[in-house]
Nanobody
Framework: QVQLVESGGGLVQPGGPLNVSCTTV????????MAWFRQAPGKEREFVAV????????GYADSMKGRFTISRDNDKNTVYLRMNFLRPEYAGVYSC??????????????????WGQGTQASVSS
């Protein structure tokens, strides 16, 4: 069974960038549709971005377009999320997720079988 190991996150000032990454252990990242979700305190987990393979198609939540970028390094079995121009409302626990089924339309947490432990992103001056 694949495990997802996240890294990155931390504290950034408003307007700054932040990167998080997710590495698959026990299986190849190319076997999965990979996504990032965010959960802010007291709120439900929400979709951020998705990346599929084969094909490398990506999809974003409307509020993230132009601000966040999801990418893959298949040689490293790693998926990245680059977050730019962060605002306090983008803070939360960012979790990566993997689904064995293909498609950028997979944007509900219930569609993903495997999850990372989550990494905290804080935005504050």
């Amino acid at each position: 069974q694949v495990q997802l190991v996240e890294s990155g996150g931390g504290l950034v000032q408003p307007g700054g960038p932040l990167n998080v990454s997710c590495t698959t252990v026990g299986d190849y990242v190319t076997s999965y549709t990979m996504a990032w979700f965010r959960q802010a305190p007291g709120k439900e987990r929400e979709f951020v971005a998705v990346s599929t393979w084969p094909g490398g198609s990506t999809g974003y939540a409307d509020s993230m377009k132009g601000r966040f970028t999801i990418s893959r390094d298949n040689d490293k079995n790693t998926v990245y999320l680059r977050m730019n121009f962060l605002r306090p409302e983008y803070a939360g626990v960012y979790s990566c997720a993997a689904s064995g089924r293909w498609g950028t339309a997979r944007r509900s947490p219930s569609e993903y079988e495997f999850w990372g432990q989550g990494t905290q992103a804080s935005v504050s001056s």
